[in-house]
């Protein structure tokens, strides 16, 4: 049997009674669009997170997208962002018309460089948009210095980083909007496709209402400025607000993975054999992807294959070196931290549910494989 790096069937035959009762609830409510499971789970999620609003949206990608509108950001307005990202991130930038400007991320724990942020501002940057990748938070209190200091706004991407705190802040309460995905590898993940914003500004939140159900006041059916068609289906949010009670529960068990990884390759790292994820004071990882690094990547990778253990990259590709975005201007060798990490890391299989006899495979083989590279 093949060892995939990520599966939710193991967490769905745990919870298919619940799984299958959410469906059913919504199924039976009468209500299949904007119904109590969506206003429930947008409740839930603010509380969680200790802020005023939430709004369900459709996927990870349209809330980036449609946060950024929420906040002002348009057409021409540069958006401060990293290549090492998920496309998406970008991608969403760049929809709304607006222009993505890269800075390099940090060589121990690949998360956005914030010392190199001050020098990427000009007279028409309007957003940062710092992403929490792999489930750590950047470094937010010099980016709020930056942002204050020239009247920006931020924007989290938090769609690796549901529940991830950073000096006791949790991942999405500290920008102006934070958007969030729930595709269902994700940290807190749907049944399909699924995304929130999350803010205490209270302008933002009824832009963000407005900008998901056509650019219409809910109740007056009138279009102020176009907006899209892009709600948080019932039945997902009914399946997220069953999970997000089980959220901290899912983190305790990503940690208690994570740690075994680094009990079973600590030595390796030691040795300087392998690249184990760091985490820097104060941030608390959630672990998203575990994410190792070896110049040798791509044979590792072949050879547990071999042995049936399929690994993933994220991300092989860093965006400004995609074909979509050459328009960009951004030259091989721009960002090398960037581009360097993209050549030698990948991720070792990691969800809650993840069995114990599947990780020990992954942990003896990974040795296996290292020790006769
Ligand atoms: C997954 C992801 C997205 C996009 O979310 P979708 O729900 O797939 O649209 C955006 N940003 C980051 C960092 C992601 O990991």
Redesign the pocket.
């Known amino acids: 049997m093949t060892i995939r790096v990520w599966d939710y069937l193991p967490e769905y035959e745990e919870e298919q009674a619940d799984i299958l009762d959410a469906v059913r609830t919504v199924f039976e409510s009468g209500q299949l669009i904007l119904g109590e499971s969506v206003r429930g789970f947008e409740r839930e999620f603010a509380a969680y997170h200790g802020v005023d609003h939430c709004v369900g949206v459709d996927?990870?990608?349209?809330?980036?997208k449609l946060g950024l509108r929420a906040l002002g950001i348009g057409p021409g307005d540069e958006v401060i962002t990293v290549s090492n990202?998920?496309?998406?991130?970008v991608v969403?930038i760049d929809d709304v018309g607006a222009v993505p400007v890269f800075v390099d991320v940090r060589e121990d724990d690949y998360l956005m460089d914030t010392d190199q942020v001050a020098a990427a501002v000009t007279p028409r940057t309007k957003a940062l948009l710092p992403?929490?990748?792999y489930g750590q938070c950047v470094d937010m209190a010099p980016l709020r210095q930056i942002a204050d200091r020239h009247g920006l706004v931020i924007l989290e991407?938090?769609?690796?980083a549901h529940g991830a705190r950073r000096n006791g802040r949790l991942a999405g309460t500290m920008g102006d909007a934070a958007?969030f995905?729930?595709?269902p590898?994700?940290v807190l993940g749907a049944y399909g496709?699924?995304?929130a914003v999350v803010t205490s500004d209270a302008d933002v939140d009824r832009n963000l209402r407005r900008l998901r159900y056509y650019g219409m006041e809910d109740v007056y059916y009138v279009v102020a400025t176009p907006g899209y068609n892009s709600r948080l289906d019932e039945v997902q949010a009914e399946i997220l607000r069953r999970k997000l009670g089980r959220l901290d529960k899912y983190t305790a068990q990503r940690r208690a993975v994570a740690e075994r990884y680094f009990d079973g390759l600590g030595d390796l790292a030691e040795a300087g054999d392998l690249v184990l994820p760091a985490t820097t004071e104060g941030n608390e990882h959630v672990y998203?992807v575990f994410v190792v690094r070896h110049p040798r990547r791509d044979e590792i990778i072949e050879r547990l294959r071999h042995h049936g253990i399929s690994l993933n990259i994220?991300y092989p590709w860093p965006v400004h070196t995609m074909t979509g975005f050459q328009h960009l201007g951004y030259a091989r060798g721009a960002l090398p931290t960037t581009e360097r990490l993209a050549d030698e890391i990948f991720s070792l299989p990691m969800y809650p549910s993840l069995p114990r006899e599947r990780q020990d495979r992954v942990i003896d083989t990974l040795r296996e494989v290292l020790a006769t590279l």
């Not at 996927?59 to 980036?64: E, F, K, R, S």
């Not at 991407?157 to 690796?160: E, F, G, R, W």
């Open positions: 996927n990870g990608t349209n809330a980036v990202t998920a496309a998406p991130t969403a992403v929490h990748l991407d938090c769609a690796q958007a995905s729930f595709y590898t994700k496709d699924g995304g998203y994220s």
